[in-house]
């Protein structure tokens, strides 16, 4: 990242981090669709999705159902597709490689992490004032700057809640409680960049 960053190449333009990060360089891309008979040539939205959200909308589509334990966190975005402007979905959960989880909440994000949301520790610049998470206002920090984890401990306690409520009911679409298929670590550490095993002698 430094050595393109050096360059003046600067692959997440206004966004922190990259690819495999929590932060939104890691996941925020633009979603763009071509279909005539259904979205408006030139129309933009500006609703949070996922990309989980591509089942429950191709299934809407083609007037599939979703079975219970199927896109437990899939939400059809056809309704936007058609020019829609009510949310789809309040929140989404995204992950960073090490593990980090990130939690949307309209344009509040959490970070589990006190160290950042780098995938391997490797972002250098400092997150100020330090915290258990991390709390950035997506609408006035994009480039999530201002951790307000402090000033806000009230909406990080709450997003923290969200969190292991999600987690514990294995789901966020609505319906019946279902069991994760992966271990969840809540708080991971950041692994650190450089530090490999390998083996030794001759």
């Given at each position: 990242a430094k050595e393109m960053e050096a360059k003046g190449h600067r692959p997440s333009g206004p966004l922190r981090g990259y690819k495999g990060d929590a932060w939104e360089g890691g996941h925020r891309e633009p979603f763009i669709?071509?279909?005539?008979?259904?979205v408006k040539a030139g129309s933009v939205c500006d609703q949070l999705v996922h990309h989980?959200?591509?089942?429950?909308?191709?299934?809407?589509?083609?007037?599939?159902?979703?079975?219970?334990?199927?896109?437990e966190d899939s939400f059809s975005i056809l309704p936007l597709l058609k020019g829609g402007t009510a949310p789809i979905r309040q929140h989404a959960v995204s992950c960073a490689a090490s593990g980090i989880p990130a939690l949307r909440d309209g344009q509040w994000k959490m970070i589990a992490a006190s160290s950042g949301g780098g995938a391997f520790n490797r972002d250098p610049?400092?997150?100020e004032p330090a915290s258990e998470v991390l709390l950035f206002n997506l609408a006035e920090d994009l480039g999530e700057t201002r951790n307000l984890a402090a000033a806000e401990p009230r909406r990080a306690a709450e997003m923290r809640a969200m969190l292991e409520r999600l987690i514990i009911e294995g789901r966020s679409?609505?319906?019946p409680r279902q069991s994760n298929d992966v271990e969840v670590v809540r708080f991971p550490k950041p692994k650190v960049a450089g530090k490999k095993k390998g083996r030794t002698g001759g």
């Open positions: 669709v071509r279909w005539p008979r259904a989980t959200d591509i089942l429950a909308t191709l299934a809407d589509i083609l007037g599939a159902p979703l079975p219970d334990n199927a896109g610049k400092p997150i679409r609505p319906g």
